[in-house]
Nanobody, 130 residues
Framework: VQLVESGGGLVQAGGSLRLSCKASGFTFDEGAIGWFRQAPGKEREGVACLSTTDGHAYYAETVKGRFTISTDTAKNTVYLELNTLKPEDSAVYYC????????????????????????WGQGTLVTVSS
């Protein structure tokens, strides 16, 4: 299984980015995928998670209304649309996936926890300047 993120970069506050995560050896038929971020000196944060079984999404309060997670199953790719970016959104963003039974229910329960996910990408850096 390989997950490869792209799309990070430097953007001014208020700007937008779209992150992509191309998966190989892993499909989005059943399971869950998520985007996580980690800033220097901070703990990893679950930004958005999606149950691929039924499309139910969870968003962290810090990004709700500004970020959108989506998938293109034909391309086996998951996206994270980042809008109205703030300097505090600066971090390395990672995508993660898991196809364990029941993982989708964790999203429904309001959990977006990295420890639940087995497959990880290498990360892409997002820097938001003020």
């Amino acid at each position: 299984v390989q997950l490869v993120e792209s799309g990070g970069g430097l953007v001014q506050a208020g700007g937008s980015l779209r992150l992509s995560c191309k998966a190989s050896g892993f499909t989005f038929d059943e399971g869950a995928i998520g985007w996580f971020r980690q800033a220097p000196g901070k703990e990893r944060e679950g930004v958005a998670c999606l149950s691929t079984t039924d499309g139910h999404a969870y968003y962290a309060e810090t990004v709700k209304g500004r970020f959108t997670i989506s998938t293109d199953t034909a391309k086996n790719t998951v996206y994270l649309e980042l809008n109205t970016l703030k300097p505090e959104d600066s971090a390395v963003y990672y995508c993660a996936g898991d196809d364990s039974p029941g993982i989708g229910r964790t999203v429904h329960a309001g959990f977006c926890i990295g420890e639940y996910y087995d497959y990880w990408g290498q990360g892409t850096l997002v820097t938001v300047s003020s």
